[in-house]
């Protein structure tokens, strides 16, 4: 597609429910990135793929934050047990390769955990 | 560890020329951007440098300094529509795409 596409736009969760947020890259693009951005802050790294290996997860906050690629190119994130703290934006965003590409970012996932 | 620092807010007039300043210390360096981030939006790609100088583009440039952990994004000729968070990344590994972000400096631009 012409940009990073993230759904769902807007997801309302009631704490302990399980959610899912799906990302499609860039075509082509070889990099992906997660990030969480909480209200007036900067996006903060989650993970990392290159392809479908994910080189990077350094940034999940817990074990109940997973990620995956399985086939290099749409990605899903996965919050288990979500907690009210959970509640961010979290973005998604892609590059062509490596380090010295634009990363281009989709709009976002409001997750707002009641 | 990482740290990023820029001022949180900053006001501007319409006309004018801002500067908006950010500071970084990391454990390695491999180019800082610029985005620009409207309330509710994706941030958008401004600007990339990762030698030291001025990037101009537009009414938009900026300037990076290794040496000080520096740089800065100018803009000239505000327009209300330049109203935004600007948000400074660093890559700070070679080989790594993963950018570390400030806390973005919120602009607000009046008549």
């Known amino acids: 597609g012409a940009g990073v596409s993230q759904s769902p736009r807007y997801k309302v969760a009631k704490r302990g429910q399980d959610v899912a947020l799906r990302c499609d890259p860039i075509?082509?693009?070889?990099?992906l990135f997660w990030y969480q951005q909480a209200l007036g802050q900067g996006p903060e790294f989650l993970t990392y793929?290159?392809?479908?290996?994910?080189?990077?997860k350094s940034g999940l906050p817990s074990d109940r934050f997973f990620a995956e690629r399985p086939e290099g190119s749409v990605s899903t994130l996965k919050i288990q047990r979500t907690q009210q703290e959970d509640s961010a934006v979290y973005l998604c965003?892609?590059?062509?390769?490596?380090?010295?590409?634009?990363?281009?970012f989709g709009e976002g996932s409001w997750l707002t955990v009641v | 560890g990482q740290n990023i620092d820029q001022p949180t807010e900053m006001t501007a007039t319409e006309g004018a020329i801002v500067q908006i300043n950010c500071t970084y210390q990391?454990?390695?360096?491999?180019?800082l951007f610029w985005y620009q981030q409207h309330a509710g939006e994706a941030p958008t790609f401004l600007s990339y440098?990762?030698?030291?100088g001025l990037e101009e583009k537009g009414r938009f440039s900026s300037f990076l300094s290794r040496s000080k952990g520096y740089s800065y994004l100018l803009l000239k000729e505000l327009q209300m529509k330049d109203s935004a968070s600007y948000l400074c990344?660093?890559?700070?590994?070679?080989?790594?795409?993963?950018?570390?972000f400030g806390t973005g400096t919120r602009l607000t631009v009046i008549p």
């Open positions: 440098n990762v030698l030291d």
């Open positions: 990391t454990s390695g360096f491999n180019g």
């Open positions: 990344a660093v890559i700070s590994q070679t080989g790594a795409n993963n950018l570390f």
């Open positions: 075509s082509g693009h070889v990099s």
């Open positions: 965003a892609s590059s062509l390769a490596f380090s010295g590409h634009t990363i281009y």
């Open positions: 793929f290159q392809n479908e290996a994910q080189l990077d």
